[in-house]
T-cell receptor, first 115, second 113 residues
Framework: QKEVEQNSGPLSVPEGAIASLNCTYS??????FFWYRQYSGKSPELIMFIYSNGDKEDGRFTAQLNKASQYVSLLIRDSQPSDSATYLC???????????????FGQGTILTVHP | DGGITQSPKYLFRKEGQNVTLSCEQNLNHDAMYWYRQDPGQGLRLIYYSQIVNDFQKGDIAEGYSVSREKKESFPLTVTSAQKNPTAFYLC????????????FGDGTRLSIL
């Protein structure tokens, strides 16, 4: 089992719809969760982070965390063609107590928003 | 403006050659990181440093070396021992501490001649 796993893509949604991106992680003790957006040929850009169970909203983006299920998701409301990118989930795994500052990334989900 | 500067943007390596990728930040961050990204893949950690003059191996350190002589700088050398160096290399920095978000430079794309 991969330490951080994202739902396989690519994901295609129509403009204006809600895009739902999912991520599961293996270490139950993980504390910090991040979503990055990466446009083709560019570097990752931080869009959301969440530390506590529940929802965190920022504009059209909502991050949802369920530590009991070891699951974090990103919802993008009113999706726009400019949201088309690869979305990377990153987790600060706590296994072994040596994860200080380290992030483990999922393989990414490609999102396409079509007009 | 504060940020992370990686250079060069594109780099070509000949067989048997060592090359060094530059990473400089003016964010006053203590922690710095090097990742490798292959097409269609996530990021894999090569090396990281939490403080000047100290660094640790990540998940794929073989064939790479780093130094951290200054807080602002964390250069990565891709040695000839790295047999498959073609990839997108990303440098990141963060405030020290568990759970701090990392911010990335624009990356260096390395190819074999």
């Amino acid at each position: 089992q991969k330490e951080v796993e994202q739902n396989s893509g690519p994901l295609s949604v129509p403009e204006g719809a809600i895009a739902s991106l999912n991520c599961t992680y293996s270490d139950r003790g993980s504390q910090s969760f991040f979503w990055y957006r990466q446009y083709s040929g560019k570097s990752p850009e931080l869009i959301m982070f969440i530390y506590s169970n529940g929802d965190k909203e920022d504009g059209r983006f909502t991050a949802q965390l369920n530590k009991a299920s070891q699951y974090v998701s990103l919802l993008i409301r009113d999706s726009q063609p400019s949201d088309s990118a690869t979305y990377l989930c990153a987790v600060n795994l706590s296994a072994g107590g040596t994860s200080y500052g380290k992030l483990t990334f999922g393989q990414g989900t490609i999102l396409t928003v079509h007009p | 403006d504060g940020g992370i500067t990686q250079s060069p943007k594109y780099l070509f390596r000949k067989e048997g050659q060592n090359v060094t990728l530059s990473c400089e930040q003016n964010l006053n961050h203590d922690a710095m990181y090097w990742y490798r990204q292959d097409p269609g893949q996530g990021l894999r950690l090569i090396y990281y440093s939490q403080i000047v003059n100290d660094f640790q191996k990540g998940d794929i350190a073989e064939g790479y070396s780093v130094s951290r002589e200054k807080k602002e700088s964390f250069p990565l050398t891709v040695t000839s021992a790295q047999k498959n160096p073609t990839a997108f290399y990303l440098c990141a920095s963060s405030i020290t501490g568990v759970g701090q978000p990392q911010h990335f430079g624009d990356g260096t794309r390395l190819s074999i001649l």
